[in-house]
């Protein structure tokens, strides 16, 4: 367990300090509201040397929890108030709907990327026939990820597909070992444990459809 001061923890009057102190010019928050992170602003003078961009994380199953409570939702805007930027993570959704109603002004970042070049031919790399289609799922082994809702999902298909998941092994290691488990079970899938970004170009590139299967994503997923 964290230590703690005051019943705060140690970690977020560490970093309240390192945020006041002005030796940075900027200082990004990314949280969901529940989280303490946002909440080291709260009640804190911000240096004038020091820029505030927060970008709040609010889904509809967290703001379900703290929506009608007035308290909590004075108090966070009176800190996302105190930034010099909000960044709201869609045009119109739940966070977008909680900025207007508190009047909080805000603004968005469209998801982009810059273009990245295959490095490889994909299906000569990994055996894959040239008529065979490719579903292409990317997403490290969480299990929010839902690889295994997948791989259930595809046993009712026509048997003329490969699945092709890449994604790193997380920390879930139960979770790692039933997926590696699965995918050992059923041949017409692939599993590779990670490629660099010229590598899952080449990936997206073969593909004939690319699926995110996910239980919940923060930020949108730009392809």
């Known amino acids: 367990a964290s230590r ?52 709040p994380l609010i889904n509809k199953d967290g703001y379900a929890k703290w929506c009608n409570n007035k308290p909590f939702r004075k108090k966070l805007a009176d800190i996302l108030k105190k930034a010099h930027a909000v960044v709201s993570l869609t045009r119109d959704g739940i966070e977008k709907q909680y900025f207007n109603e508190e009047g909080i002004p805000s603004v968005l970042i469209p998801n982009a990327v810059d273009t990245v070049v295959p490095v490889l031919d994909f299906r000569a790399e990994f055996n894959i026939p040239k008529k065979s289609f490719v579903i292409l799922h990317i997403a490290n082994l969480w299990p929010v990820k839902n690889h295994l809702g997948i791989l259930d999902t595809l ?62 994503e923060v930020s949108p997923v730009t392809i």
Not at 20 to 36: E, F, H, K, M, R
């Open 4 to 55: 703690m001061f005051n019943d705060t923890p140690l970690w977020i009057i560490q970093l309240r300090q390192l945020i006041t102190s002005g030796q940075y010019d900027a200082c990004i928050l990314l949280a969901d509201p529940l989280n303490p992170i946002i909440w080291s602003l709260h009640q804190t003078d911000i240096h004038s040397n020091t820029k505030i961009i927060i970008q």
């Open 155 to 216: 046993r009712s298909m026509p048997q003329d597909w490969r699945l092709v998941m890449i994604g790193h092994p997380s920390q879930e290691q139960s979770y790692v070992l039933q997926v590696q488990e699965a995918v050992r079970c059923n041949p017409q899938v692939i599993y590779i444990p990670g490629l660099p970004r010229e590598g899952v170009a080449a990936a997206l590139e073969a593909a004939d459809i690319v699926i995110l299967a996910s239980y919940g």
